[in-house]
């Protein structure tokens, strides 16, 4: 019989008793011991965390090999070590039963082939995952002291070194940061002219490259940690089995030091930079103050690179003004072309479309949905009932997989209680246990409700149809929409080379292509 076994390796180096070597040694000398066992591979993880399977690279090939039906068994220690995720746990061992493979674990005697190991392996899997989420608070609370205590976590950036908890200036990128912030509030010079002039100096990024972007001068010129103040857990991971990080939007509490570290500019610029940021932002210039003020905003899209169009504003021969949209990438970095350090950089959509003519396109594809109206009516009714019979398919399917689950859940909670009078576990497990198994029923239980709910909704095909039709005759009556109304209708503006550019409405299958020379419209489906 083809044995694999499978370990996670600790970081440390001097953790002798768990290193690679160890293990390698301790499965070697276990499975020849075994008659009629035969070594396949031994898969290996670093890391000192298994509350998900996600990002163990070994553990994901040796279930690959598994589905190959490459060996027979799967040796490990103990279920903590194999996943502390109760949902991994059980799903993979369920497959692997599946194919006929079963895993052993050494220190609970156990094999996933016999028929009583589920319940076991569900119980001491709970327990394993719940040690790991007190592990997760304690160092997530330690953490959190030691950022109080003025401990740095995270990397270097541009000016300052990180290590060993603590900041130091880098001479070489403190001139970089302080050349920034001058051009920006003393010479009155944007972002991405800024970028552009560093780009051509061949300025260094912290990474090496030469390749900056305005998002980035804007982002050094907003971080606090410039004037000396120390700003953390800017990111945090909410949940302790996916590890994912997300940006803290005020579920946690900020942690803020000032006059933590030396400063690379002095307080009094930074905070002029952040009036001036502030500044700019309400005449339009970062996205976010304009969002509401142009109709065009964020809309158009550069076909090429992918790039937002930005808004610039121009002046005529006879000093007006006017606004104009032209690609990001373009604007930044001119048209494509390779750089001196070899990097690939611009973008060839570089024409731009005035505010006006944006508007006037748009203007165009809603005036002739005069002449249309009939066939969008039937087309925009068509995908909305084929939308709805599909939730509602799929609802019926996930309610009844639901009930399933739930049914699973209800007989291991009986399950727990067997185990109990059988002397298997613990009253304090059967009591953890029974919490679990409660509060997964409950859960369950509003999620079938939920999805019956959505499964009973219905609609009347001709009901269906005069309510689009009101909607479709609103949005084209209006002969002196301003603006604003013909930007909420607008879903976006895609720009192809060659000045051509199609324009997609809202909820609606068709798009209107136009050339910006002639102006005329071509209508697709």
Avoid at 432 to 457: G, W
Wanted: hydrophobic share 30%.
């Amino acid at each position: 019989m083809k044995v694999a076994a499978y370990c996670r390796v600790s970081t440390d180096k001097e953790d002798q008793a768990n290193s690679f070597e160890s293990q390698q040694r301790y499965f070697r000398e276990y499975i020849d011991r075994q008659p009629d066992w035969k070594l396949y591979e031994i898969y290996a993880d670093e890391g000192t965390t298994g509350t998900s399977t996600k990002k163990r690279a070994a553990f994901n090939r040796m279930i690959s090999d598994a589905r190959l039906h490459r060996f027979d068994l799967i040796v490990t220690k103990e279920i903590s070590r194999f996943a502390r995720n109760t949902l991994d746990s059980l799903t993979y061992i369920r497959e692997l039963k599946r194919m006929g493979i079963g895993v052993f674990f050494l220190n609970d005697n156990m094999n996933t082939l016999k028929e009583d190991s589920e319940m076991l392996l569900a119980i001491k899997s709970t327990m394993a995952q719940e040690e790991s989420r007190s592990t997760s608070a304690r160092v997530k609370w330690g953490q959190t002291r030691r950022m109080e205590q003025g401990v740095v976590f995270g990397r270097s950036l541009l000016g300052y070194d990180v290590q060993g908890g603590k900041m130091t200036v880098n001479p070489q990128g403190a001139e970089i940061v302080r050349l920034i912030f001058h051009k920006y509030v003393h010479e009155r010079k944007g972002t991405t002219v800024i970028a552009r002039e560093l780009r051509e100096a061949g300025y260094k990024t912290l990474t090496g490259s030469t390749s900056w972007r305005n998002t980035v001068i804007l982002k050094i010129l907003r971080n606090e940690k410039y004037c000396g103040d120390l700003k953390q857990k800017k990111t945090i991971t909410p949940d302790y089995l996916t590890h994912q990080k997300k940006y803290n939007r005020g579920e946690e509490k900020f942690v803020f030091l000032k006059d933590h570290h030396e400063p690379i500019i002095d307080r009094e610029l930074w905070e002029e930079a952040q009036r001036e940021i502030a500044r700019r932002d309400i005449d339009g210039k970062y996205g976010t103050g304009h969002g509401n003020r142009y109709p065009l905003s964020g809309k158009i899209k550069c076909s090429e690179c992918g790039q937002s169009f930005v808004s610039r504003s121009r002046r005529r021969k006879d000093g007006s003004r006017y606004k104009a949209w032209r690609c990001g990438t373009a604007t930044a970095e001119g048209k494509h072309h390779i750089d001196p350090a070899g990097n690939e950089v611009g973008c060839d959509v570089s024409y731009q479309l005035r505010d006006e003519v944006g508007m006037e396109m748009v203007r165009q594809s809603v005036e002739m949905l005069k002449l249309d109206t009939d066939a969008i009516v039937r087309d925009i009714t068509r995908m909305v009932l084929e939308a709805i019979q599909s939730s509602q398919d799929s609802n019926q399917l996930h309610a009844e997989r639901l009930k399933k689950e739930l049914e699973q859940i209800e007989a291991k909670k009986k399950g727990v209680l067997d185990a109990f009078f059988a002397k298997n576990i613990s009253k304090d497990d059967m009591k953890l246990m029974n919490a679990e198994y409660d509060h997964r029923i409950t859960e369950f239980t509003e999620k079938i409700a939920a999805a019956e709910k959505r499964e009973s909704l219905s609609y009347e095909t001709a009901t269906l149809e005069k309510d689009i039709r009101a909607k479709v005759t609103g949005i084209v009556s209006g002969e002196t929409a301003s603006g604003n109304f013909y930007g909420s209708l607008l879903e976006r503006i895609t720009a192809h080379p060659n000045r051509r550019m199609e324009v997609h409405l809202k909820l609606l299958p068709a798009k209107w292509t136009y050339v910006l020379e002639s102006l005329t419209a071509s209508k697709d489906k």
